[in-house]
């Protein structure tokens, strides 16, 4: 549903846009931009929309946050619930969008997918019980976390 909801934004978009260029002219540049550079991003397309990805990253950061504090004060019985539910959110994320680089949609996606794999692996590890593997598996989550935001925070 969102991605159809995509798509007829993008064509609304490209309509829109190739009729304001027929009317006023535009500069080659302009002409040349490709459509996904003239999307403002999805906070400023679709306001109401980015309420979710922004209410997940906040229980990535709770959850995350437990994590944290279980492995640093040697509590690796208290990690199931949080491992669990960063997974949750994770796959929760599918069919999200950013604010920006929409252009990039497709690493935006595979940075999903990685926190995926890599959550599911730690709850996978948590359950196992060893702390240097639970701890290695968390770095890698962190990871991804800090690769997306490098390239689609702002
Ligand atoms: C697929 C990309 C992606 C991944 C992976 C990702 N984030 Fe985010 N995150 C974003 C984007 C985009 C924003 C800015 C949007 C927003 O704040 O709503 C953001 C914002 C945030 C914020 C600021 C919330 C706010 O807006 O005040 C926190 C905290 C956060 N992420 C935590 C995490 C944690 C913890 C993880 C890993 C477990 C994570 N994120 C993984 C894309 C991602």
Do not use: Q, W
Request: charged share 25%; hydrophobic share 40%; proline share 3%.
């Amino acid at each position: 549903m969102k991605k159809i909801v995509g798509a007829i934004a993008v064509i609304g978009l490209l309509l829109s846009s190739m009729f304001l260029h027929s009317v006023m002219g535009g500069s080659r540049a302009e002409k040349e931009a490709p459509a996904a550079m003239e999307h403002k991003g999805e906070m400023e397309e679709h306001p109401g929309k980015m309420g979710f990805l922004h209410h997940a990253m906040e229980e990535l950061e709770e959850h995350t946050e437990k994590v944290f504090h279980a492995i640093i004060h040697g509590k690796f019985t208290e990690l199931g619930e949080p491992a669990r539910a960063v997974a949750g959110v994770a796959v929760s994320l599918k069919g999200t969008k950013p604010h920006n680089k929409l252009e990039s949609i497709e690493t935006y996606e595979g940075f999903i997918g990685a926190l995926v794999d890599v959550s599911a692996k730690f709850e996978r590890t948590v359950n196992e019980g060893d702390p240097v593997g639970i701890t290695r598996s968390f770095g890698k989550v962190i990871e991804v976390c800090v690769a997306c935001h490098a390239n689609f925070r702002n």
